[in-house]
């Protein structure tokens, strides 16, 4: 699936226009989201809240997306100690939010917003239970957000959107079938009176600097089950909301770029338009692959669907795609296994998905694909010698990397290839599970080692030069020096890194699958 993937892929890439982002003229960074909820782990002893923030402006995003509702004191629980949940403002003066509110790396915040006396169990709002008399405590919980937030945070320029979760997968959930009429339009007359509240916020407020918008979110659209009633037909039509979100889980091999931006383009004929967005008020809220899905199943195929994901919403010309999300809130007891649905893994280390995150908004363009499976072996031959980088057999740190003649099966001169971002690879020895490493030397002929891996070690990232034929340049990121034999043809000779020539022979190697 992953081959299939990526060559898909690379024809969307030449085929899917661009002509919504052009005209936008808005920064990636400013597009391109991450959300922060339940993360099931944690690695610092900084409150959760923070520490999720963090890993987010890590990759350069300015958009984040997190949960104020009762379940906030759940959601971001290690390491803090959250009041009772009394009122949405309430909490976003508590500390840890206050903190996520005010960092200057964020332009954008999503809020998945719910008032306390609005929910069942916390996360889902319960329709059925919405009448029009219900409608100042709706409409005042969220002019009073709003009128504080737009005081607040004066000058900073910052957006906030106050959304519901997935109105489909609420429906389902606690069973208010919008099928039936009376669901319907409560949920309308709920999701009408939030807007009317930030609407009148905005108005009392008066001119800030920030601006505060209500959007409602749909997830199914009839793909699943075309005779379900869902919110895209049964609710939206009568709404006016400012925006409306997309919450898009199309990791299905049947989706496809096309299909997500036909999906995209049924919600905007949908959707009234709204005074300030027109009818361009359509963002994608939610989208990403469990990298330990049935048709997933790699990081490699994970990569490609993300990209393939991102890149058509937002070259669809939607104003936000936020990833889901930072760590991941599943995890399976049947497979003993998360889900997957992460940029920092449960171990530790960065998904591949992490990279694209990083390197579009960095570049505010899409990078290049990798060019190497992660879950396939590699071996690399030195062109002067025609031998095997070769790890000796060591499974201990510092250890000088030789080469020597090359042996089918021999996994001491297997190599997986990983893709660690910005166009950087950690070389990682089948035998050892260790990194091809120089030290931290910056000085010629120095003998290349391998090491423990440690994610972002510049000694461990090396830049791979395609020169053609299966040949390419090593550069390590530490000393801008290539991987070379030093011309020998002995076997057991150390290999070291040499100022780096495209022409030299001792320093192309070619690389092919084992």
């Known amino acids: 699936m992953a081959v299939l993937a990526f060559a898909v ?8 226009g661009a002509a919504a982002l052009a005209k936008a003229q808005t920064p990636f960074a400013d597009r391109l989201g991450v959300t922060h909820d339940w993360g099931h782990y944690h690695f610092t002893t900084k409150d959760f809240l923070t520490e999720g923030a963090d890993e987010i402006a890590a990759t ?5 997306k997190l949960w104020l509702s009762p379940d906030t004191r759940y959601a971001y629980a290690p390491n803090s100690t959250w009041p009772a949940y009394t009122n949405m403002v309430d909490t976003v003066k508590v500390s840890y939010f206050a903190n996520a509110l005010k960092r200057p790396e964020f332009h ?4 998945n917003a719910l008032p306390a006396d609005d929910t069942t169990a916390g996360e889902c709002p319960n329709w059925m239970t919405y009448t029009s008399t219900n409608y100042n405590s709706v409409h005042d919980a969220f002019k009073n957000l709003t009128v504080y937030l737009m005081q607040t ?5 910052k957006t906030f959107i106050l959304q519901n979760w997935e109105s489909d997968n609420a429906s389902q959930k606690f069973a208010i079938p919008l099928s039936t009429p009376a669901n319907a339009n409560a949920l309308i007359g709920w999701l009408n009176a939030r807007q009317d509240g930030i609407t009148d916020g905005r108005a009392a407020a008066a001119n800030t600097g920030v601006s505060v918008y209500g959007a409602a979110e749909v997830n199914y659209l009839g793909a699943r089950n075309p005779n379900d009633a869902w919110a895209i037909d049964r609710v939206v039509p009568w709404t006016h909301m400012d925006l409306y979100s997309y919450s898009c889980y199309s990791y299905d091999t049947e989706y496809s770029a096309s299909t997500i931006q ?3 383009s049924y919600i905007k004929t949908m959707a009234p338009d709204s005074p300030t967005f027109g009818a361009n008020n359509v963002y994608v809220g939610e989208f990403g692959t469990p990298q330990n899905a049935a048709d997933v199943q790699n990081e490699w195929t994970q990569y490609s669907l993300t990209y393939t994901q991102a890149k058509a ?4 010309g939607a104003l936000y795609v936020v990833y889901w999300q930072i760590f991941d809130n599943e995890y399976n007891s049947s497979t003993g296994k998360y889900n997957g649905y992460w940029l920092r893994k449960s171990d530790g280390t960065y998904a591949m998905s992490w990279s694209f995150i990083h390197d579009t908004c960095a570049q505010n363009a899409y990078p290049a694909a990798p060019q190497f499976n992660p879950n396939v072996y590699y071996r690399l031959c030195g062109k002067t010698s025609g031998m095997a980088l070769d790890n000796g057999g060591s499974i201990s740190n510092s250890t000088n990397v030789m080469q020597n003649t090359p042996s089918s099966g021999n996994i001491n001169q297997q190599w997986k290839i990983v893709y660690a971002g910005s166009g950087y690879y950690n070389v990682i020895s089948r035998k050892s599970g260790m990194a091809l490493d120089n030290a931290g030397s910056t000085t010629n002929s120095t003998p290349i080692t391998q090491y423990s891996m440690m994610a972002g070690n510049a000694n461990q990232l090396w830049q791979l030069i395609n020169l053609g034929g299966g040949s390419y340049n090593l550069i390590c990121k530490s000393s801008g020096k290539a991987l070379d034999n030093g011309g020998s043809a002995i076997n057991g000779a150390a290999t070291t890194q040499y100022t780096a020539s495209t022409t030299n022979a001792n320093q192309q190697w070619l690389i092919t699958p084992q």
């Open 108 to 111: 954008t915040y999503i809020l």
């Open 60 to 64: 350069g995003s300015h958009v984040i």
């Open 313 to 316: 919403a937002l070259d669809w």
């Open 262 to 264: 036909t999906n995209l």
């Open 153 to 157: 945070y004066k000058g900073t320029g």
């Open 9 to 16: 892929l690379n024809v969307l890439w030449g085929c899917i």
